[in-house]
């Protein structure tokens, strides 16, 4: 399993920003799938965002829950081994503790079910 460390959570008013980061252990970083998940309370678990780890024919590619495309974006330094989700257009609706996920394989990027590493999770809270 991959170590996950994420950073960068806080209180923002509505409208603002937040850039998270997750730092991983492994050496081999750019070989795994690496998602963002968000769990608000009294709900389950969702997926957010991921990147794919880039092969030689294809680049790595993002994928995006709807209700943050066009204000979240996900980017990966893979000489960093660091994976980061930039938000931006913060909503109420977006307060919940994100987590960050790690994978291998080629199975389904948005289910919680397919991450085998996962973060502790950090806090993010919009206020109106």
């Known amino acids: 399993q991959v170590q996950l460390v994420e950073s960068g959570g806080g209180l923002v008013q509505a409208g603002g920003s937040l850039r998270l980061s997750c730092a991983a252990s492994e050496r081999t970083f750019n070989n795994y799938v690496m998602g963002w998940f968000r769990q608000a309370p009294g709900k389950e678990r969702e997926f957010v965002a991921a990147?794919?780890?880039?092969?030689?024919?294809?680049?790595?590619?993002?994928y995006y829950a709807d209700s943050v495309k066009g204000r979240f974006t996900i980017s990966r330094d893979n000489a960093k081994n660091t994976v980061y989700l930039q938000m931006n257009g913060l909503t109420p609706e977006d307060t919940a503790v994100y987590y960050c996920?790690?994978?291998?394989?080629?199975?389904?990027?948005?289910?919680?079910?397919?991450?085998?590493?996962w973060g502790q999770g950090t806090q993010v809270t919009v206020s109106s």
């Open positions: 990147t794919t780890a880039a092969t030689t024919w294809i680049g790595s590619r993002t």
């Open positions: 996920a790690a994978k291998s394989g080629f199975s389904s990027v948005t289910s919680q079910y397919e991450y085998d590493s």
